[in-house]
Antibody, heavy 115, light 107 residues
Framework: EVQLVESGGGLVQPGRSLKLSCAAS????????MAWVRQAPKKGLEWVAT????????YYPDSVKGRFTISRDNAKSSLYLQMNSLKSEDTATYYC????????WGQGTLVTVSS | DIQMTQSPSSLPASLGERVTISCRAS??????LNWYQQKPDGTIKPLIY???NLQSGVPSRFSGSGSGTDYSLTISSLEPEDFAMYYC?????????FGSGTKLEIK
């Protein structure tokens, strides 16, 4: 059974950093692109980042480019999202996802940016 | 960036009814269109990929169609568990973009 389990969310002050993790199991992690998607309270879904199988290529929307970094450790079947210079508008539930084709999503972890 | 316009934003419907949700891309996306269902607890379930392919375990009452810029999700006969939010998403090019969502509500 495929499982994606996010962790690392919480309350953080504006301007500070936070790192999210996603533990994957039930599939060969190194064979798939992986992504982070977020959802602000009462809002729709927003794609945040994608990483290639080896980690050599990463993709971001303008809203997080230069502040967020996606990475992976294939040996640990883990995905990460380093979030720096956090803003109040980054408050959201962050989902780890294997998008495209046979897709899977985690349950999400809540990040609240507030003083 | 490719904009995804989803309609309607709210869809009141009855059990057993057939419903259709539409999604229009601002430019052609060559069938690279996926559909997701989100329940009130936040759980997101992939439904359809590449316009018309059902994800594993998705009931056959769900179907997808479309081409070019216009795509749709159809539920042939609504069951109680189908009342939820639905989102379309294109993966033809980065940045990946989602529709704004359709809330399927009990009439």
């Amino acid at each position: 059974e495929v499982q994606l389990v996010e962790s690392g969310g919480g309350l953080v002050q504006p301007g500070r950093s936070l790192k999210l993790s996603c533990a994957a199991s039930g599939f060969t992690f190194s064979n798939y692109y992986m992504a982070w998607v977020r959802q602000a309270p009462k809002k729709g879904l927003e794609w945040v980042a994608t990483i290639s199988t080896s980690g050599s290529r990463t993709y971001y929307p303008d809203s997080v480019k230069g502040r967020f970094t996606i990475s992976r450790d294939n040996a640990k079947s883990s995905l990460y999202l380093q979030m720096n210079s956090l803003k109040s508008e980054d408050t959201a539930t962050y989902y780890c996802a294997r998008l495209g084709g046979k897709a899977y999503w985690g349950q999400g972890t809540l990040v609240t940016v507030s003083s | 960036d490719i904009q995804m316009t989803q309609s309607p934003s709210s869809l009141p419907a009855s059990l057993g009814e057939r419903v259709t949700i539409s999604c229009r891309a601002s430019q052609g996306i060559s069938n690279n269109l996926n559909w997701y269902q989100q329940k009130p607890d936040g759980t997101i379930k992939p439904l359809i990929y590449y316009t018309s392919n059902l994800q594993s375990g998705v009931p056959s009452r769900f179907s997808g169609s479309g081409s070019g810029t216009d795509y749709s999700l159809t539920i042939s006969s609504l069951e109680p568990e189908d009342f939820a939010m639905y989102y379309c998403q294109q993966d033809a090019s980065f940045p990946l973009t989602f529709g704004s969502g359709t809330k399927l509500e009990i009439k």
